[in-house]
């Protein structure tokens, strides 16, 4: 499972300030902020230990990929109807998220888009209680914990083919309940150097208790329908259950955008994979001049196979990486291409969810990414 929305919906940056900073609504997105960030995969920094005057140095970061987010008015949007208290639209990759903004608060009320739960259908959620993306003032020693969740009822076809055949029951409707319990510490302040420049930051380390529970409801005894969990037959659903989550987030009170987002895994403190703030000058992903890639998977959602499907390439040798959320390469292939190729690709072992994958060049240029999503009977 992962985090249901980060907290880089934030846009735009302003200004620079010194010594230790404390966050205040003056980074609040607003309707017409726009922003970019950029991902790297294990990229290998150092978080440091807590404390004050600390120095992150990530001059070095690279993104595989960027990310244009746009903040809008809450009522242009297509859910603005299911969500009346939201003020803000923010689009991202997998649909609408829609914001409720306070004095102190910035809350997350909605999602409109393909399910975050990873099942590759669209769904329309109603965060219950809203899940809380800042709230100010934020300053150094500062612990917080903020409680979210969901219940959203889906159709039995979500469910890979010939899964509900395999249990040997008849399901008229699924319920997929999600509840998280975020824990924010405050516990390092210092200067965070990026390639766009140096900021002065507050850093959080958030914990996240999930459990996610998907019921179906049948008619155990005839007549009688009741919500019944798969795991009380036997059956453990891949992504249903309890998981714990482990973040940083690097914020500085001259920018809208976070300046860093770390994930890594519980316990550890050795990144997966950062989400950095980026500006339209800096150029963070390889280019290559004069080529048209078109790459694309086939199916998407996939369930134990996939083909990746490129075409426009130069005949050479190539390296196809599967990333998962967290940005660890769970697949790596070198392949010998043409200019219009296909790479099959068994991904039975892997648990379903979102995953990047790329195309790198013998030079090391990236030269192009999209997303993989894999759902699992």
């Known amino acids: ?85 939201a003020d803000l639209r923010i689009s991202a990759f997998n649909g609408e998220n829609y914001i409720e903004v306070t004095n102190n608060q910035v809350k997350a009320v909605g999602f409109i888009g393909q399910d975050p739960l ?38 039995p076809d979500i469910l890979p083919p010939g899964f509900l055949d395999s249990l040997g029951i008849e399901v008229d409707s699924l319920r997929v309940t999600y509840t998280a319990d975020r824990i924010e510490e405050v516990d390092a302040w210092g200067t965070m150097i990026i390639p766009n420049g140096s900021y002065e930051v507050l850093r959080i380390k958030a914990t996240e208790y999930t459990n996610t529970k998907v019921e179906g409801l049948v008619e155990v005894i005839p007549g009688f329908p009741q919500w019944v969990d798969p795991a009380t037959l036997g059956v453990n659903l891949p992504g249903a ?33 950062v989400t950095f703030k980026i500006d339209d000058e800096v150029v963070s992903v390889k280019d290559v001049a004069g080529l048209d890639v078109d790459m694309k998977a086939v199916p998407n959602p996939a369930i134990n196979e996939v083909d990746f499907q490129i075409n426009g390439v130069p005949s050479g040798n190539y390296t196809l990486k599967l990333y998962n959320i967290l940005g660890k390469v769970i697949l790596e292939q070198e392949q010998n291409l043409t200019g219009k190729d296909i790479i099959s690709s068994d991904i039975s072992a892997l648990n379903r969810g979102t995953y990047i994958y790329s195309l790198t060049d013998s030079d090391g240029n990236v030269l192009g990414t999209q997303r993989l999503f894999i759902i699992r009977p």
């Open 1 to 85: 499972m992962y985090r249901i929305l980060p907290i880089f919906i934030m846009i735009l940056s302003c200004g620079f300030l010194a010594a230790q900073p404390t966050i205040t609504n003056a980074i609040f997105p607003e309707v017409g902020d726009v922003g970019m960030t950029g991902n790297a995969p294990m990229p290998g920094v150092d978080l440091g230990t807590t404390g004050g005057s600390q120095t992150w140095d990530w001059a070095d970061l690279n993104a595989l990929t960027m990310d244009t987010i746009e903040v809008n008015d809450a009522a242009s949007g297509t859910g603005a109807g299911l969500f009346p208290n």
């Open 241 to 273: 259950g309890p998981d714990t989550l482990q973040y940083y987030s690097f914020l500085s009170p001259s920018s809208k955008t976070p300046i860093a987002e770390v994930t890594v895994d519980f316990g550890s403190t050795e990144a997966n994979a």
């Open 118 to 155: 990873g099942f590759g259908v669209e769904l329309d959620v109603v965060y219950n209680p809203a899940q809380t993306l800042l709230e100010t003032p934020i300053s150094f020693m500062d612990t917080k914990n903020f409680q979210f969740g969901f219940i959203e009822g889906a159709s």
